[in-house]
Nanobody, 124 residues
């Protein structure tokens, strides 16, 4: 599985972005996906996750009500809609895939595949 993230950019506080992560390979539709982020000088952290069927979704507390994760299995793509952005959301955002038929996880090393990251910068 290869993952290609895109959609990052520079936005003012309060603005919005939509991140996309397109996957190659045959197992996307049965793989739970996650979005993580890493700010300068900080550890990579879980942001949101979605089960392979889309029926279970999880968010870290700091983004609840502002970010929305979704997926389109027909397009092999997972999305992260970022609304009401804050300067503290500035980070490199990574998408990741778990091995097939496993649930959502907030733990980095439980994800088998990673995209290259896309930079999100929020100015105040």
């Amino acid at each position: 599985v290869q993952l290609q993230a895109s959609g990052g950019g520079l936005v003012q506080a309060g603005g919005s972005l939509r991140l996309s992560c397109e996957a190659t390979g045959r197992t996307f539709s049965i793989s739970s996906m996650g979005w993580f982020r890493q700010a300068p000088g900080k550890e990579r952290e879980f942001v949101a996750g979605i089960r392979w069927d889309g029926n279970i979704i999880s968010y870290t507390d700091s983004v609840k009500g502002r970010f929305t994760i979704s997926r389109d299995n027909a397009k092999n793509t997972v999305y992260l809609q970022l609304n009401s952005l804050k300067p503290e959301d500035t980070a490199v955002y990574y998408c990741a895939a778990r091995p097939p038929l496993l649930g959502i996880s907030t733990v980095l090393n439980e994800y088998a595949y990673w995209g290259q990251g896309t930079q999100v910068t929020v100015s105040s």
